[in-house]
């Protein structure tokens, strides 16, 4: 792996479940991983005795008091159990500690998987659920990470690339995500960053919809690849993290958030899936700038 990049595991509550870390080793990646604490995390004390000293791996704590005042929450609560601080304090510790390119993961990650075959055919599911045997498995993420980071650092209009998620896929080879590899104008979850294009993620909770509608809007890309998804554990049926604050205000507060900055192009409405339930939606046509052809300019 490139020595000017690193793996961000941003974590909180639970040292004992950080998954993602278990799932970067297993799966190939060698480079150099920073779990990110904050120093309202009670269970602190436990991430250095369960992480200091293993190989190519360092605990950060950053101030999340001094964190908050650098961005818009959208309220007045206090609560600051989310992950938005980390986000934004990513920035700073990655050039603090001498990396140029980063990528900001979640800590409940277990499998990073090529979605589409060396033909650029999509993977199809039955395959997929077999990824050891049918090669859509990577156990080379340093490979694939790589990829990531070349296309960020040759795309200077880019300020950050994410991986899909597997919800992406519905539909499979006649979904939107299956159809083709292509970018998309999204970026949720994951995020690989380059320090020198800094980004200011905004709202306590829902904090990547928030910001990447609402800088849109302005113009600003900020992408996500089908090539490759991730696949999580179930949001609120593990404890810690965020799934304490899902629990307690619900999908529709969460949604309203990305309403607050982004009211002309987002919405809240039912999602249909195996549980109903409120999520954001988004209209792409009042939310990202149209550039015209100069062939369409009116004669003056």
């Known amino acids: 792996m490139r020595a000017d990049f690193a793996a961000l595991i941003l974590t909180h509550g639970r040292p004992d479940n950080v998954l993602t870390y278990e799932t970067l080793r297993r799966q190939g990646y060698t480079g150099k991983i920073i779990i990110v604490i904050d120093n309202e995390d ?4 436990e991430y250095q005795e369960r992480f200091c000293g293993l190989d190519g791996v360092e605990v950060y704590c950053f101030d999340k008091l001094a964190v908050s005042e650098t961005f818009d929450t959208a309220d007045n609560q206090q609560d600051r159990r989310t992950i938005v601080y980390a986000r934004n304090a990513s920035f700073d510790i990655a050039r603090q500690l001498g990396f140029r390119y980063f990528l900001q993961l979640d800590d409940d990650y277990t499998s990073f998987d090529w979605r589409f075959t060396d033909k650029l055919e999509f993977a199809q599911a039955s395959h997929w659920r077999e990824a050891e045997r049918s090669g859509w498995f990577t156990d080379d993420l340093d490979r694939m ?7 960020l650092a040759g795309a200077p209009s880019v300020r950050t690339i994410a991986m899909a998620q597997n919800g992406d896929f519905i539909g499979g080879p006649h979904g939107r995500f299956g159809t083709k590899v292509t970018l998309w104008r999204k970026a949720m979850n994951s995020f690989f960053c380059d320090v020198d294009r800094p980004i200011n993620f905004v ?10 509608t609402w800088r849109a809007t302005t ?5 996500t690849s089908n090539l490759v998804a991730i696949s ?3 949001t609120q049926q593990s404890e810690g993290g965020m799934s304490d604050v899902y629990l307690g205000l619900g999908t529709y507060t969460k949604s309203m958030y990305t309403v607050l900055f982004h009211p002309s192009g987002a919405r809240v409405r039912m999602m249909i899936s195996r549980h109903r339930r409120l999520h954001h939606a988004v209209d792409w046509k009042r939310t990202t700038p149209k550039i015209l052809s100069e062939s369409l300019r009116k004669p003056r």
Do not use: P
């Open 42 to 45: 009670a269970r602190g004390d």
């Open 145 to 151: 990470f790589t990829i990531f980071v070349d296309f």
């Open 203 to 212: 709202g306590r909770i829902n904090e990547d919809v928030n910001t990447y």
């Open 219 to 223: 113009g600003t890309l900020m992408l």
């Open 232 to 234: 999580q554990a179930q």
